[in-house]
């Protein structure tokens, strides 16, 4: 098990080793992913609809990172800032995951890395 202490917020403990660990946090890095892109798809709709689905998107987003952490790290980490919310071209959950994922020693998935260089080529 590793510690780690994500911006001086909160102290997670992880397996960097455990395919297991890796294997969450590549689905969630894709569940996650997959509501972004939802989210960004609806902009169009009515406002009052944009706001109920970003507010209950930004919940589901931020249930699946804690339950990946088994800890309240979004509230630590985020605040009240919504988590899709882009710092540097890439979501706020995105730049958290990404460093996560860099201390694996499990290799990512093909598909988490598609993900990964779609936001990467974003960045600025």
Request: charged share 30%.
């Given at each position: 098990?590793?510690?780690?202490?994500?911006?001086?917020?909160?102290?997670?403990?992880?397996?960097?080793?455990?395919?297991?660990?890796?294997?969450?946090?590549?689905?969630?890095?894709?569940?996650?992913?997959?509501?972004?892109?939802?989210?960004?798809?609806?902009?169009?709709?009515?406002?009052?609809?944009?706001?109920?689905?970003?507010?209950?998107?930004?919940?589901?987003?931020?249930?699946?990172i804690d339950t990946l952490f088994n800890a309240p790290v979004c509230e630590a980490v985020?605040?009240?800032?919504?988590?899709?919310?882009?710092?540097?071209?890439?979501?706020?959950?995105?730049?958290?995951?990404?460093?996560?994922?860099?201390?694996?020693?499990?290799?990512?998935?093909?598909?988490?890395?598609?993900?990964?260089?779609?936001?990467?080529?974003?960045?600025?």
């Open positions: 098990m590793k510690t780690f202490d994500i911006n001086e917020k909160i102290v997670v403990s992880i397996d960097p080793d455990s395919a297991e660990f890796a294997g969450r946090v590549f689905d969630t890095l894709s569940a996650v992913d997959k509501k972004q892109r939802r989210l960004i798809r609806a902009k169009g709709i009515a406002s009052a609809d944009y706001y109920d689905l970003s507010k209950s998107t930004e919940r589901s987003m931020r249930q699946q985020f605040g009240a800032d919504p988590i899709f919310a882009l710092s540097g071209g890439c979501p706020l959950w995105f730049n958290l995951l990404e460093g996560i994922i860099h201390t694996l020693s499990v290799p990512p998935t093909t598909e988490c890395r598609r993900i990964m260089k779609r936001y990467a080529a974003k960045r600025r």
